[in-house]
């Protein structure tokens, strides 16, 4: 009996600690479910109609905005800056940052001076990036005689890559950093005793030992190019000629000023489905290389 009474009472007591546990989290459930669970369950709900986002009245077009996404021509321009910004912002970022990092982790007087400034852009609103770069375009860039990449439709998707990659490539060196420093100095030093050189030393030692970094940064990067807006949206309205309208102004587009909202919604939520695949794969293929690594 003894026994038994003291099993309950620690079962019990085990129960009470997870009910207060689950206290801590549950005010963050509370605001995800309001804010992104029940909005989007209302949207997949809409891309079965064809509902304006004003009126009251809603009809059912059933699998209309479906059949329409994909034979949708206007949809390749966004589809193409989208996936050509992706690439080249998580390419060139995550190759600055190591770069930048390899050379930081090599103290020297003023290492955290750069350091400070290489970051200080991450903290800065997107926004007033876009602002920022819009000035250097024009005024700056006049001062040299150049004309702003904004302006032209085959430079402007490059004029954008350049402010994110600004933006982003602090946050990068600054994990690399913390990776590169957790990588113990006797296989660098065991590397040079058998004579490999620089290059040698970073593909054997330096990128296996630095893997899981990996695994945080490209999804990252991926993910936010995938959600590109507010360069587009401030520094160029999407232009010149759809040059730099990104999949995320597209669908803002059909929402809000063309008042289609069960198309956009449509678009939306395929586009969700994609990005949460395309970021599992390439989650998984990174943590599957760390293993192998």
């Not at 600690?17 to 669970?37: G, M, Q, Y």
């Not at 040698?200 to 990252?220: D, E, G, N, Q, S």
Request: proline share 3%; with cysteine.
């Amino acid at each position: 009996m003894a026994d038994s009474a003291a099993r309950k009472a620690r079962r019990i007591r085990r129960i009470k600690e997870e009910i207060r546990d689950f206290t801590f989290v549950l005010p963050a459930i509370i605001i995800f479910t309001i804010i992104i669970v029940i909005p989007l369950i209302s949207g997949i709900r809409f891309t079965f109609t064809d509902w304006n986002g004003m009126s009251k009245k809603i009809n059912y077009v059933g699998f209309q905005n479906y059949i329409k996404v994909f034979s949708d021509k206007d949809l390749l321009k966004p589809i193409m800056n989208t996936a050509i910004f992706t690439t080249v912002t998580t390419v060139v970022i995550n190759v600055l940052g190591l770069a930048l990092a390899i050379m930081a982790v090599k103290e020297f007087k003023g290492v955290n001076v750069i350091k400070s400034i290489i970051f200080i852009p991450l903290v800065v609103s997107l926004v007033l990036v876009s602002y920022m770069w819009m000035y250097v375009y024009s005024d700056f860039f006049g001062i040299l005689g150049w004309s702003s990449p904004l302006i032209k439709a085959r430079t402007a998707l490059i004029g954008i890559c350049i402010m994110a990659i600004w933006k982003e490539v602090g946050l990068e060196m600054i994990i690399y950093l913390a990776a590169l420093k957790g990588v113990s100095q006797d296989y660098y030093e065991a590397a040079t005793i058998d004579g490999a050189g620089f290059w040698a030393i970073l593909k054997h030692v330096t990128l296996p030992m630095i893997a899981p970094a990996f695994t945080y940064c490209i999804p990252l990067c991926i993910a936010n190019g995938l959600r590109m807006y507010d360069y587009a949206y401030v520094a160029t309205g999407g232009g010149p000629n759809h040059a730099t309208e990104s999949m995320a102004f597209y669908i803002y587009q059909y929402l809000f000023p063309f008042n289609k909202v069960g198309y956009g919604q449509t678009v939306a939520v395929l586009y969700l489905i994609f990005s949460i695949a395309l970021s599992q794969v390439v989650t998984r293929l990174l943590r599957k290389r760390e293993i192998e690594l």
